[in-house]
């Protein structure tokens, strides 16, 4: 069966510092992962995504993750946090040819001027 | 290009009413999911659908809800009777790709909330 971890319910950086988003995952097959994000009072929207190849994914907004088997994670990096980065964001596994998608619990992240 | 467009956006009802979401995927996705959203549990599976069929129903809560897709354009959720521990925000997604080259990408609706006094 899936799983998501996300350590930390609560992310707080200052603008401009990294960001680090952290989440392991639990895969009976190789797994397909997710990083999305939401904005209050909206849907979830994808940020990126790992099917197969390059470990290290970039997305949107300057987020980069990168998958690393041996440690079963899929951390959110972003160099350098924006105000706009302040939401909540949730890591995911689809293990493919399937159609379940695993959220975990979400961490929300505050960016301090 | 319109996304996933669910209706009521907000619900307010009271115990023991029927209450009906609607959900209309992004045309041409041929998967459809309910999940739900809360403080205490977070994001809940509820249903999927794959071409108007229901593929998994394990995360329904209880006999209260039922789903059912008609056809490729149209989804509802119903929760009869309604409780307010059904308080939550439900959202609906669509899926571009079918069988095996499915790799789980979801595109969702801005959701319902729905609050039962």
């Known amino acids: 069966a899936q799983s998501v971890t996300q350590l930390g319910s609560h992310v707080s950086v200052s603008e401009g510092a990294l960001v680090l988003l952290r989440c392991n995952y639990s895969?009976?097959?190789?797994?397909?992962l997710f990083w999305y994000v939401q904005y209050p009072n909206q849907g979830l929207q994808l940020l990126l995504k790992?099917?197969?190849?390059?470990?290290l994914v970039k997305g949107i907004n300057g987020f980069e993750a990168e998958f690393k088997k041996s440690e079963t994670s899929f951390h959110l990096t972003k160099p350098s946090a924006h105000m706009s980065d302040a939401a909540e964001y949730f890591c995911?596994?689809?293990?493919?040819?399937?159609?379940?998608?695993?959220f975990g619990a979400g961490t929300r992240l505050f960016v301090k001027a | 290009d319109a996304g996933v467009i669910q209706s009521p956006r907000h619900e307010v009802t009271e115990m023991g009413q029927e209450v009906t979401l609607r959900c209309k995927p992004i045309?041409?996705?041929?998967?459809l999911f309910w999940y739900r959203q809360t403080m205490m549990r977070g994001l809940e599976l509820l249903i999927y659908?794959?071409?108007?069929?229901?593929?998994?129903d394990s995360g329904m809560p209880e006999d209260r809800f039922s789903a059912k897709m008609p056809n490729a354009s149209f989804s509802t959720l119903k929760i009869q009777p309604s409780e307010p521990r059904d308080s939550a925000v439900y959202f609906c997604?669509?899926?571009?790709?079918?069988?095996?080259?499915?790799?789980?990408?979801?595109?969702f609706g801005e959701g319902s909330r729905l609050t039962v006094l």
């Open positions: 997604a669509s899926n571009p790709t079918p069988g095996l080259r499915n790799t789980g990408e979801l595109f």
């Open positions: 995911a596994v689809s293990e493919g040819g399937g159609f379940k998608t695993i």
């Open positions: 790992y099917t197969t190849g390059a470990t």
């Open positions: 895969s009976s097959v190789p797994p397909y």
């Open positions: 045309s041409g996705h041929n998967s």
């Open positions: 659908f794959n071409n108007n069929v229901p593929i998994d």
